[in-house]
């Protein structure tokens, strides 16, 4: 076999010689000569390579001209690797690939189903339009704005089997699997589930995990079989449970394989939440993963969930609790921003927070308060679309139909005469025109009101009305 000269002085006889290096060391070596190696490189090849080397098996040329130093020879690259035709006199052969440095891994073998085999089967609702079983939840909102007391009330009805918000209809009680972080159990969590009618008994906290005796904090890469040993033996006792809540989510991330968990990076989100969704399918559990919003209200709902698109993607539904200031100091809205399901709630829940006292503190005898959701309507106007930018939408369809209302509601009272206030906003509130909240911020700017003798009327101010 005939030795392809190189050429010296060239600066790819050092490559020769790191080559010749690492064959002494014994470590693979490619089947080919490094392009154009010169003198004392060349002697070491030889020294290493004693049968020689193949003539038609050179590295590539930088240029796509044909080299006036040299051998002619038209290369190709592909993937990285190099085939080479023989010179002129050579050896017609076949050209030879390259072989990489190192052995590839196993081979991954495709795995599928054909579509005629599925059942189709129904989505299973814990909270139709809200919260799907079988699937997570994203359950995002602003600090402040209420989104741990609306859990802490959909977590009792699942405890009590009452009915949802504007429903009649009762269940059967279900059980709750609690992973929280933020909040106190003793000082916060448990007080606002009583203050919502839950039934304790019904709900279980997860405090961590032991290993080789030792208590250690839970992580969702390393303890989801963990979870499901439990809630094996809960179904075995034929008491499964409903709803898992992990609040919030970014507090479990972390585990053994990835210690620092990137919220932003949208592979390493993807490989530690796509597990839990098929974990939800197998126990038709519904996990619900709290979150924060981003502080930019200018951006969409959909994008202000802290962290990585991932946290969106991953999920069926994205619901989130604001704030409505517009609608008074304690006035809150539930909107669905994301539902990759059959069925949609119609708009959001308006709701107010209310403070209840649900015991007394027997270290001090001081009383124990917690907070819980008033609902009042569901608001087919408010879309996640009207909570954008700094207005955070319109104040919804009320002052039009308000007006109309107003204007009907007068028709046959004399210019001169006005109605009973209490009258007049309890009509309104009955009738669904306004809730009791937005009376109490913005009737006024419909209505002239005076007291006479002890007792308050009122009339549309003129002007006033739609």
């Known amino acids: 076999m005939a030795l392809t000269k190189c050429r010296p002085g060239s600066a790819s006889s050092s490559v020769a010689k790191g080559v010749a290096a690492a064959a002494r060391r014994s470590r693979p070596m490619p089947r080919v000569c490094p392009a154009w190696a010169g003198g004392a490189a060349m002697a070491d090849l030889r020294e290493i390579f004693p049968q020689g080397f193949d003539a038609d098996m050179r590295a590539p040329s930088r240029s796509s001209k044909q080299s006036t130093t040299g051998p002619s020879a038209s290369e190709a690259q592909i993937g990285g690797r190099f085939w080479a035709d023989p010179p002129d006199g050579a050896s017609s052969r076949p050209r030879e690939r390259v072989e990489p440095w190192e052995t590839p891994g196993e081979s991954r073998e495709l795995l599928s189903r054909n579509l005629s085999t599925v059942e189709m089967r129904s989505i299973d609702w814990l909270w139709r339009g809200w919260i799907p079983k079988g699937y997570i939840t994203v359950w995002a909102g602003e600090t402040g704005a209420g989104k741990s007391t609306v859990l802490a009330d959909v977590a009792a009805r699942v405890t009590t089997g009452a009915p949802w918000p504007g429903e009649d209809v009762a269940r059967e009680p279900g059980r709750v699997l609690w992973l929280g972080s933020e909040d106190g159990v003793e000082e916060m969590t448990a007080p606002r589930l009583k203050a919502c009618g839950a039934r304790l008994e019904n709900v279980d906290e997860i405090q961590g995990v032991t290993q080789k005796g030792k ?23 034929a008491r499964p449970y409903a709803m898992l809540v992990i609040d919030p989510v970014t507090s479990y991330l972390s585990g053994q394989r990835l210690k620092k968990v990137d919220i932003n990076d949208a592979g390493q989100l993807r490989n530690i939440l796509e597990p839990w969704l098929g974990f939800a399918q197998e126990y038709e559990l519904a996990i619900v993963c709290v979150t924060h919003f981003a502080k930019d209200t200018t951006r969409a709902m959909l994008h202000r969930v802290l962290g990585s698109a991932a946290f969106a993607q991953t999920s069926r539904s994205l619901c989130a609790v604001i704030a409505r200031p517009d609608d008074g100091q304690f006035a809150k809205a539930l909107v669905q921003v994301k539902v990759n399901l059959p069925d949609h709630p119609g708009g959001s829940w308006r709701f107010e927070t209310e403070k209840v006292q649900v015991g007394i503190d027997a270290r001090n005898g001081r009383p124990i308060e917690a907070t819980r ?33 107003l204007r009907a509601h007068f028709a046959t ?24 909240s937005w009376w109490n911020e913005h009737s006024l700017e419909y209505l002239d009101k005076k007291n006479i003798g002890g007792r308050w ?10």
Not at 379 to 402: C, Y
């Open 215 to 237: 208590r250690n904090s839970f992580s969702m890469q390393d303890d989801i079989d963990a979870v499901g040993t439990f809630l094996e033996h809960a179904r075995a006792e």
């Open 373 to 405: 959701p008033n609902w009042i309507e569901l608001d087919s106007l408010l879309t996640p679309e009207a909570l954008v930018g700094k207005g955070r939408g319109p104040v919804s369809e009320k002052p039009i139909a308000f007006g109309l209302w």
């Open 413 to 436: 009272t004399p210019s001169d005469q006005g109605l009973l206030v209490s009258q007049v906003m309890d009509a309104a509130i009955r009738e669904g025109v306004v809730s009791r």
């Open 457 to 466: 009327y009122c009339r549309p101010l003129p002007g006033g009305v739609v």
